[in-house]
């Protein structure tokens, strides 16, 4: 990437916004009373998603000076460099491409000289091996019993993202096969996460990039203790033998850092690695997902895959003025710095996605919210909101 980034608030369509938000009056009624196709005109389909902004604080006018806003900052442009490969993350000199992990098999993409579908698919591969093993009963623990109930150990991303995704995809779960989630440092996230649970027929996931998170390890080691106990105490195993065959039965992990898994003593055959251009908030589609593909089975897991990647088609091609993704976000720096409001509530009315706001707050705000742009230089404006919201009945009274 050559140049710095455009401050936005030197531009010409800052200006015009600036003049735009003084003159608005927010008159929902009256703006459907005068516009009788306002719902239509601004209401977009996105993959098989309907999308409907007719509701938001935007005219006319304001929407034409937040697409040359963007013209202006050159967003396709970084959006388009993105897709490359690009290193667009310059601090880190590193591309963003968790758009890569939703590609289709017959995709060439090549990044630094590697062809990165490939290597992405080969890894869905063992995944999607490794899932059916544990669904059908052919991966068994230290006792010979199929698996019961898979526990993924994360933090973050690691955590927050197969959470998600496992509550709203609960109609797809296998019956009898059931997924628990430790994140917390605090020994009781773990104590009551493994309560009433059988150590011959649980096994652990441990999702660590680096096989260095403090609070994951933490807890692993916790469950490690659990497992062998737990063993001991059915005569399953010895005083020290047995050990190791136990802790490779019931742990796998997804982890590039395979010495490390070595040492812990999971088998480094079962763990599942994932690359540097992947952001941990990003990584639901990657081998950071297993938990849900052992939950939901590799072909429910490969359409979610495909859904993911229907919307990156649709952000990568479609026009800004009918670009979904483009869009809200235009209308999120319309909100944070012409209307003053600094918060965006995200109430999901269907119980099922009642995780989807603590999904959303990390990936927006963890992504967004920074103080320097991405050349180092300090920011000019606000750069995103704060995301709060639960299940809408209880949240639409907060």
Sequence with gaps: MTGGPVDPTTTRAWAELERLADDVRPDLRGWFADDPDRASRLSF?????????????????????????AE????????DAMFAGSHVNVTE????????????????????????????????????????????????????????????????????????????????????????????????????????????TTLFIVASKTFGTLETLTNARMCRSWLLDGLRSIGALGEQDGDEDAVA???????????????????????????????????LDSAIGTSLAVAVGPERFAELL???????????????????????GLLNVW???????????????????????AYLQQLTMESNGKSVRWDGTPVTCDTGEVF???????????
């Design 72 to 79: 202006e900052v050159g967003v396709t442009d970084r959006r």
């Design 335 to 357: 909100y944070t710095n012409f209307l003053d409001a600094p918060t965006h509530a995200v109430l999901p009315y269907t119980q099922l996605l009642h995780r989807f706001p």
């Design 93 to 200: 000199d590193r591309a963003v491409l968790h758009t890569a992990l939703r590609l289709p098999s017959d995709a060439r993409l090549e990044v630094d000289g590697q062809d990165v579908v490939a290597d992405v698919h080969d890894t869905l591969a063992r995944v999607y091996d490794f899932a059916e093993r544990v669904r059908s009963g052919a991966w068994v623990g230290a006792t010979g019993k199929r698996i019961r109930t898979v526990v993924n150990i994360g933090i973050g991303g690691s955590d927050l993202g197969p959470v998600m995704a496992y509550e709203a995809l609960a109609p797809y779960r296998q019956d009898g096969l059931e997924c628990r989630f430790i994140s917390n440092i605090d020994p009781t996230d773990a104590a009551t996460t493994l309560a009433g649970l059988d150590p011959a």
């Design 45 to 69: 389909a996105a993959a098989d998603l309907h999308v409907d902004l007719s509701k938001g604080l935007v005219t006319g006018p304001v929407l034409s000076a937040l697409l040359r806003l």
């Design 306 to 328: 495909d859904g993911m990647h229907a919307m990156d088609e649709h952000f990568r091609t479609t026009e800004p003025a009918r670009n979904v993704p483009l869009l809200m």
């Design 249 to 283: 039965r019931h742990f796998a992990a997804v982890s590039t850092a395979l010495d490390k898994v070595a040492e812990f003593g999971i088998d480094p055959d079962n763990a599942f690695g994932f690359w540097d251009w992947v952001g941990g908030r990003y990584s």
């Design 388 to 398: 709060w919201g639960e299940p809408g009945t209880n949240g639409q009274h907060a």
